[in-house]
Structure formats: C-alpha cells, structure tokens
C-alpha cells in the first residue's frame, strides 16, 4: 500500500523568500512522485514529476523537489517566492502497481505569500 | 490544445433532481477520470476509463451515481437523485498511459444542491 503525508497544512512565507513545503511517502513499490499546484477556482496543474531518474527534479515556474530514498522524503522548493505562487500545493504518490490505489493525494498544503 | 474541458462550471439545483457533469478529455488521451474534492474529505477517485472502458468505480458513493464514457471525446458523470451532501466540485482529468503520467485536469464543477 501507498501513502502521502504533507507536514504542512498551511505555510507563510513572504515575498521574495525561499518555499519548502514537506512531503513525506511511503510505498510497496518504486514510486512515481508528483506535485500538483492548484489555484483558486481551478483545476490541478502538474509542476514536476519523479520517475526514478534524477533525484533533483525541476519543474515549472522555478520549483524544483529532491527525491530522498533514505528519507522517504520528495520536498518542494522554490529560492524566492512570488505573489501569484499562492495556491494549494499537493503531493501525490503513484505505485508501478496501478489499479484503483494507483494515485495516492496528500491533503495538500495551502502557501500563503506575505506582501 | 484546448485542455481539458468541463461544463458547466457551475450547478445549483434542488434535492431530488437529476445532474449531469460533461467531460471532454484531451484528445489522443487514453484515460479519464472523475475526481470529487470537498473541504472535509480532499480529492476522492469516483471511477476512472481506459480506452472508454470503465475500470473501477470502487469510489462511486452509491447507485445514485453513474458515469459513461460513449466515445473518446466525451464522458458523463450523472447524478440522480441528487442530495445535498453530494455538493461538491467535481474534476474530471485525462492522461496519456495511466497512473505513471502527469493527469491534466479540468477547470471542474461546483456543484451545491439545495
């Protein structure tokens, strides 16, 4: 079976300072690893995916998330926060096992940036 | 590519009537699903298709609910009756090859019955 715990249900931040938001997983298989970011009113949008090459992974809009084996860990960063990066922030896992289980979603974290 | 698409995006109706929430993935895509997200319970999987074909709807709450998917272009989620503790908004997304790849989502549904 696979999990997802976000550490965070809320995080502030102000403009122009470093994002973290936590991301802990577990699971049975080689997992897949996602953030999705979704914005008031809207649908999730994907922001970068783990598929067991790099551990680094960089996606859109200057975030980027490293994948820690050892941690079972895949945190979010961005070095500067930007006003309309405000959103819900979901990490998701996904076994090689697929079916009906085979997309895990945290409960999401909301980033709230500090003018 | 236009996304996904969804309509309406908005539906307020009564107890006891019927609802119908239309989805046209992304074309080419081989899978579709239907999400529900409330406050209390985050992002629920109701079912989801491949290649039209429903795969499980283990998360559809009960025989109220119902979903079709005719064609590759267009899929129905339907509820009848409706009740107030379906209120909701309701996504529907589409990927190309399952579980492992990136899901494109709608702009969803916001559902309220009165």
């Known amino acids: 079976a696979q999990s997802v715990t976000q550490l965070d249900s809320h995080v502030s931040v102000s403009e122009g300072t470093p994002v973290l938001l936590r991301c802990n997983y577990s699971?049975?298989?080689?997992?897949?690893l996602f953030w999705y970011v979704q914005h008031p009113n809207k649908g999730l949008q994907l922001l970068l995916k783990?598929?067991?090459?790099?551990?680094l992974v960089k996606g859109i809009n200057g975030f980027e998330a490293e994948f820690k084996k050892s941690e079972t860990s895949f945190h979010l960063t961005k070095p500067s926060a930007h006003m309309s990066d405000a959103a819900e922030y979901f990490c998701?896992?996904?076994?090689?096992?697929?079916?009906?289980?085979?997309?895990?979603f945290g409960k999401g974290t909301h980033l709230i940036i500090q003018p | 590519d236009a996304g996904v698409i969804q309509s309406p995006r908005h539906e307020v109706t009564e107890m006891g009537q019927e609802v119908t929430l239309r989805c046209k993935p992304i074309?080419?895509?081989?899978?579709l699903f239907w999400y529900r997200q409330t406050m209390m319970r985050g992002l629920e999987l109701l079912i989801y298709?491949?290649?039209?074909?429903?795969?499980?709807d283990s998360g559809m709450p009960e025989d109220r609910f119902s979903a079709k998917m005719p064609n590759a272009s267009f899929s129905t989620l339907k509820i009848q009756p409706s009740e107030p503790r379906d209120s909701a908004v309701y996504f529907c997304?589409?990927?190309?090859?399952?579980?492992?790849?990136?899901?494109?989502f709608g702009n969803g549904t916001r559902l309220t019955v009165t």
């Open positions: 997304a589409s990927s190309l090859g399952g579980w492992v790849s990136p899901l494109h």
């Open positions: 699971s049975s298989y080689s997992p897949s």
């Open positions: 783990y598929t067991s090459a790099a551990t």
């Open positions: 998701v896992v996904s076994d090689l096992g697929g079916g009906a289980d085979g997309l895990t």
């Open positions: 074309s080419g895509h081989d899978y």
């Open positions: 298709f491949n290649n039209n074909v429903p795969i499980d």
